[in-house]
C-alpha cells in the first residue's frame, strides 16, 4: 500500500486516511509564516521544531478533528476549535470533507481580540 510514502500533494485519500484534508486559509499562513520567521532569527532549530509539530498536529486534526476543543471563553462561534501546539493555538473548523485551519495565534496573545476580525 502507498500510504507510508505518500505525499502531501496527493489528490485524494483514502477512507483509512481520515475524513478530513486541511486547508489553511490565508490569515492561517501568514500567522505562521510570521512565527516561524520570527523563531527562526532566535533560533532556527527551534522554528524548524515548531514547523514539523504545527504540521504533525494538523495531519492528526485531519485524522481525528474533534481532539481540539471548543472556546466558548473566546468565541461566540460554537463550530470552532482550537488545538494547542508549543504555546500557539490552531484555530479551525471541519466538516466532513475538509478541515480549515484559520489562525494560528500565540497562546499568550488576546486570542479574542485576534478572532473578533471575523472568525467569531
Known amino acids: 500500500m502507498r500510504r507510508a510514502n ?14 478530513s484534508r486541511a486547508r489553511f486559509t490565508l490569515p492561517a499562513r501568514s500567522d505562521l509564516l510570521e512565527l516561524i ?6 533560533d532556527p532549530s527551534v522554528a524548524e521544531q515548531t514547523l514539523k509539530a504545527t504540521e504533525r498536529s494538523v495531519r492528526r486534526l485531519e485524522k481525528y478533528p ?15 476549535r482550537f488545538f494547542s501546539v508549543r504555546g500557539y493555538l490552531v484555530v479551525y473548523r471541519s466538516n466532513s470533507s475538509r478541515l480549515d485551519v484559520l489562525r494560528i495565534l500565540h497562546g499568550r496573545r488576546d486570542a479574542r481580540a485576534q478572532l473578533g476580525a471575523g472568525e467569531g
Not at 505518500?6 to 475524513?19: K, L, T, W
Not at 520567521?37 to 532566535?42: A, S, T, W
Not at 474533534?66 to 470552532?80: A, I, T
Request: charged share 40%; glycine share 8%; proline share 3%.
Open 6 to 19: 505518500a505525499s502531501r500533494s496527493d489528490a485524494g485519500a483514502s477512507p483509512d486516511e481520515g475524513r
Open 37 to 42: 520567521e520570527f523563531l527562526v532569527e532566535r
Open 66 to 80: 474533534e481532539l481540539g476543543h471548543r472556546r466558548s471563553d473566546l468565541v461566540d462561534n460554537s463550530k470552532l
